[in-house]
């Protein structure tokens, strides 16, 4: 199969790839219309002269087959994460391709990991070698456990009655996550009772998919006022969720769902704790976030508190790879000397060199793509 022709990017072609951005953002046409106009023998002539561009196989060039086949179909790669790979120093450019690659994945890594904020860090545990969570702390650890314990007993008293509300439910699972195991992470439990006071909101008062008995109203009064509470004593929580607001949420594809559902036992191999419980059940959220059928009979789009949590945890792992790597030169006095430690992270560095690194990536693409960047 024929391969492109290694071109020795200089510091002109960036320049000019940036001026270039800077023209298309003030032209709505150069960033919103295709290249040729749909149904054009051009798009084909192409594909015929050019079979590379399209073929996936070729990571180095994936970045530029997903910018140039935007070029074509008017799609085009967001214009901010663009600058960003236009601002590559030429060093790296002049190293070839697969570096240039290297250094595109990481910025792609980091501009998901922007556009989904978590008041949480996510980091290597030296002494296992697996990714893990590390939580922001409760501010008002009484309140919180108040709010909880509301929510809960609001819960309880819904699904007694005739109130549509059952162990089965969607929102049943979620509050009961909220409450079991969010208890001291303030942003997970925004991220899940906000996801939860949505669809009560919606299935009562719009759809009337559930009755506006008092059980359900006061249920959903008090999940709202449970995410208030966490917001108002969690600064940070309530900044995220502004920007987590603006995000628009385009559905999954069959071949996105096939790809999380194989990464689903690799994510959970390579994490512990709150962040493998959290990928056992937030991936098949993503899949199929409804146990039933909707009545509309529609595709759910995947859920807000799921895809948040997966992507952004993704590519904060994905960063994370270079720094493994790194700690696998340094040698053991990276950890007090201590050889186990730094055995085990070098493993883990290995895999993510391989395999499981690519899935990382792809996995990126995907959320990159949902959340409106590709």
């Known amino acids: 199969m024929p391969r492109p022709v290694a071109v020795r990017f200089s510091g002109d072609f960036v320049e000019d790839l940036g001026y270039v951005i800077d023209k298309a953002k003030s032209s709505k046409t150069l960033t919103t219309q295709p290249l040729w106009p749909s149904g054009s023998d051009e798009i084909e002539r192409i594909k015929k002269l050019f079979p590379f561009l399209w073929d996936t196989s070729l990571t180095e060039w994936s970045f530029w087959l997903r910018w140039y086949s935007g070029l074509v179909t008017g799609e085009h790669i967001d214009t901010d994460l663009c600058k960003r790979i236009s601002r590559i120093r030429n060093s790296i450019w002049e190293a070839g391709p697969e570096a240039v690659a290297q250094e595109i994945a990481r910025i792609e890594a980091a501009f998901l990991a922007e556009k ?128 987590l607001a603006r995000q628009a949420l385009s559905e999954l594809g069959p071949e996105d769902k096939a790809l999380l559902e194989q990464a689903a036992a690799e994510l959970i191999e390579i994490s512990e704790g709150e962040m493998a419980e959290d990928f056992a059940e937030d991936i098949p959220a993503l899949v199929n976030d409804a146990l039933l059928p909707l009545p509309s009979g529609a595709p759910p789009l995947p859920g807000a508190d799921a895809a948040i949590r997966v992507f952004g945890r993704v590519s904060r792992m994905a960063m994370l790879r270079d720094d493994a790597n790194k700690l696998t030169r340094k040698g053991a006095k990276t950890f007090d000397s201590d050889l186990v430690k730094t055995v085990r992270l070098a493993d883990l560095a290995t895999k993510l060199s391989d395999g499981i690194w690519g899935l990382l990536y792809a996995i990126i693409q995907i959320g990159l793509r949902i959340f409106g960047a590709l």
């Open 116 to 243: 989904l904020p978590l008041a949480e860090t996510v980091e290597l545990n030296p002494d296992t070698g697996r990714f893990r969570v590390v939580p922001i702390p409760v501010q008002n650890p009484p309140l919180m456990s108040a709010l909880l314990t509301h929510i809960s007993d609001a819960l309880d008293d819904a699904l007694q009655g005739p109130n549509g509300l059952s162990e089965r439910s969607s929102e049943y699972r979620k509050i009961t996550r909220a409450v079991t195991r969010y208890g001291n992470n303030p942003q997970q439990a925004e991220l899940t009772l906000t996801v939860v006071a949505k669809g009560l909101r919606r299935q009562i008062h719009d759809t009337g998919e559930l009755p506006d008995s008092e059980d359900n109203i006061a249920l959903l009064e008090a999940v709202e006022e449970g995410v208030r509470g966490i917001r108002a004593n969690h600064p940070e929580v309530a900044t995220n969720r502004e920007q």
